[in-house]
C-alpha cells in the first residue's frame, strides 16, 4: 500500500511515535522536543504525507492543538489530489511548492518511455544481466538492507532517511510493495528498487545498488524501465520518481536529470507546516531567525533556510 498505510507508518516509529490523524485517514510522528521539558510536535510520514480526506485534516489539526502539540510540519504527496490554494488555509505559516516530482503517466507503452539516452542505457545493462520481480520481498531483507547500506555509506545519509532492519521489515511486507531486482550473468544481485503502490498510482520508494550497479550504463536504467512496464500491466496509471536529492531544489542535480529523463510531467510537492502553540513556539525559537520549520528544530541558525525534509528518493 501507500505512505498513509498504517503498517508504513508503524515501520517508522524509531523517529516518533505513529499517530492516525482519524478524520483525514493519515498519520504523524509526534516526537519529543529536545530540551523542552516534556513538549512535543509532529512531522509528516517520511518522505510524503498522504491522507483519504484533506477536507478531515482542519479537525484533526485541531485536536492535535488541544492535546499540546508545538507544531507540525508535513510534505504533501503531489498525488494526493488536493489543490494547492487549500494549503494556505490549512497551514498558514508555511505552505509552498518544495520539489517538483518526476511523474510517468502509464497510458502509453510503458516499453516506450524515457530519452533515447536512457533507454539506450537499459538495453545495454541487459545485455548482461536481468531484472526480476521478486515474488516474495520480505524473503530478501538481508540482501536488501546490505545494498542499502552501501547506498548510506557512499551518500553520508543521516536521520530518517537512513531507516533500519526493521523498518524495512516492515515495508517490504507491505500490500502492495513491488521489489525488483537486477541480476548478473554470474548471479550477482547488482542491484533493487523498492516501489509502493496503491490503486492506479504507485511511488519509488528507494533503491540501492552494488558496484556491478553502476557497470553496463547503469541497473537504474534497467529496473526504472522493468518497473514502469510492471505497474502498468497491474492497472497503475502514475508512477512517482520523486525528486533529486538533497534540501533544495536543483535542476542540475544528477538524480533529478535521471528522472527527468522517464517523466511525462511533473508537479510539485508542498512543504506545508502549522504552528499549534504560538507561546511555546515563540520560546523554543527564541534568539533564532531564518525560514526553517518549525524554527526551533533548525540545526545551524546561520545557515540558508532549509526543509525539515530531505526528499533522497
Not at 509532529?42 to 477536507?55: I, K, T, V
Not at 537486477?182 to 503502490?197: D, I, N, P, S
Not at 510492471?230 to 535521471?258: E, P
Request: aromatic share 8%.
Amino acid at each position: 500500500m501507500s505512505y498513509a498505510h498504517a503498517q508504513y507508518a508503524q515501520s517508522l516509529a524509531d523517529f516518533g511515535a505513529p499517530r492516525h490523524l482519524p478524520r483525514c485517514g493519515g498519520w504523524v510522528l509526534e516526537r519529543a522536543i529536545p530540551g523542552a521539558g516534556g513538549l512535543r510536535d509532529a512531522a509528516g510520514s517520511y518522505p510524503l504525507f498522504r491522507c483519504a480526506d484533506w477536507s478531515g485534516l482542519a479537525d484533526d489539526l485541531a485536536e492535535l492543538r488541544r492535546d499540546g502539540l508545538v507544531s507540525l510540519v508535513l510534505v504533501a504527496d503531489p498525488l494526493g489530489g488536493t489543490p494547492p490554494a487549500g494549503f494556505g488555509t490549512l497551514f498558514p505559516d508555511l505552505a509552498r511548492p518544495w520539489k517538483e516530482h518526476c511523474l510517468v503517466d502509464l497510458d502509453r507503452d510503458p516499453a516506450r518511455l524515457g530519452t533515447d539516452h536512457h533507454r539506450r542505457n537499459a538495453r545495454r545493462f541487459l545485455r548482461h544481466a536481468r531484472v526480476e520481480v521478486c515474488g516474495e520481498p520480505a524473503a530478501l531483507l538481508d540482501t536488501w538492507c546490505g545494498l542499502y547500506a552501501e547506498l548510506v555509506r557512499r551518500h553520508r545519509i543521516a536521520g530518517i532517511a537512513r531507516f533500519s532492519r526493521a523498518a524495512f521489515a516492515a515495508q517490504l511486507a507491505l500490500p502492495g510493495a513491488l521489489l525488483l531486482r537486477a541480476v548478473t550473468a554470474a548471479g550477482e544481485t547488482a542491484g533493487m528498487q523498492l516501489w509502493l503502490a496503491e490503486g492506479d498510482v504507485a511511488w519509488h520508494h528507494l533503491s540501492g545498488y552494488a558496484p556491478a550497479g553502476y557497470r553496463w550504463g547503469g541497473a537504474s536504467y534497467a529496473l526504472v524501465q522493468a518497473a514502469l512496464v510492471h505497474l502498468a500491466a497491474r492497472g497503475v496509471r502514475t508512477a512517482d520518481l520523486g525528486a533529486g536529492a538533497g534540501l533544495d531544489a536543483d535542476a542540475a542535480d544528477g538524480l533529478h536529470a535521471f528522472k527527468a529523463g522517464w517523466a511525462t510531467r511533473t508537479a510539485p510537492a508542498w512543504l506545508c507546516g502549522a504552528v499549534l502553540d504560538r507561546s511555546a513556539y515563540a520560546e523554543l525559537g527564541a534568539g533564532r531567525t531564518g525560514a526553517f520549520f518549525p524554527l526551533y528544530r533548525d540545526p545551524s541558525p546561520a545557515r540558508e533556510p532549509e526543509a525539515l525534509h530531505a526528499d533522497r528518493r
